[in-house]
């Protein structure tokens, strides 16, 4: 079955440090992976997604991540946090299994809190 | 460019009443799904539908209808509201392939007294 873990409820970091939202995954076939970010009083919106190829894979507003098929993680990262980033983070996995609808599965979700 | 829409925003409902959530998107999408979010648990997966005339469950199904009369909408029915079904409500869309992400509605906050 499909599953995915985001071990920290909640990640503390000052700004302009770097930050790291951490994800691993469970998945039957290869893994398609994405990263969403929820603000308050809003729908998810789509940051990045590794498909195949290079395990760095860079989106929007600035944020990476790091595809790791050994560890099965696709930890979300940014090189210098803005306090605009707090927000509500979810890692989600896509099975490649072939037959049948591949459901998109989301983990718990993670609270990024940027201080000043 | 609308994307994916939902109504109403908010609701109350009384235990036992009815109501339909609905959800239009404009992009021809072939894949919809309903997802409820709740504290601590993410998004789980209520229904979802392939395409036109075709639903099926997702984990939480129990207590929720869907139907498919269309590529544009995909309504969400609750048959007997239930506290346990306070919860807010995201419909999805995408095109279909497995490499594709997900369009999210605004999302409907549901409150079941």
């Known amino acids: 079955a499909q599953s995915v873990a985001q071990p920290e409820d909640q990640v503390n970091v000052a700004e302009g440090n770097p930050l790291t939202v951490k994800c691993t995954y469970s998945v039957s076939g290869n893994p398609y992976l994405f990263w969403y970010v929820q603000y308050p009083n809003r729908g998810l919106q789509f940051l990045l997604k590794y498909i195949t190829g290079d395990n760095l894979v860079k989106g929007s507003y600035g944020f990476e991540a790091e595809f790791n098929k050994s560890q099965t993680s696709f930890h979300l990262k940014k090189p210098s946090a803005l306090v605009s980033d707090s927000a509500l983070y979810f890692c989600?996995?896509?099975?490649?299994?072939?037959?049948?609808?591949?459901?998109?599965?989301f983990g718990a979700g993670t609270r990024l809190a940027v201080h000043p | 460019n609308a994307g994916v829409t939902q109504t109403p925003k908010f609701q109350v409902l009384k235990t036992g009443q009815s109501m339909t959530l609905q959800c239009a998107q404009d992009?021809?999408?072939?894949?919809m799904s309903w997802y409820r979010q709740d504290p601590g648990m993410g998004l789980r997966l209520i229904h979802y539908s392939v395409g036109a005339g075709i639903t099926d469950q997702g984990e939480v199904p129990n207590g929720y209808n869907v139907s498919r009369s269309t590529t544009e909408d995909f309504p969400l029915r609750l048959l007997s509201a239930a506290p346990s079904q306070t919860s807010v409500y995201f419909c999805a869309s995408s095109p279909g392939a497995l490499t594709t992400e997900a369009f999210f509605g605004q999302g409907t906050r549901l409150t079941v007294v």
């Open positions: 992009m021809n999408h072939e894949y």
């Open positions: 989600a996995v896509r099975g490649s299994h072939s037959g049948g609808y591949n459901k998109l599965i």
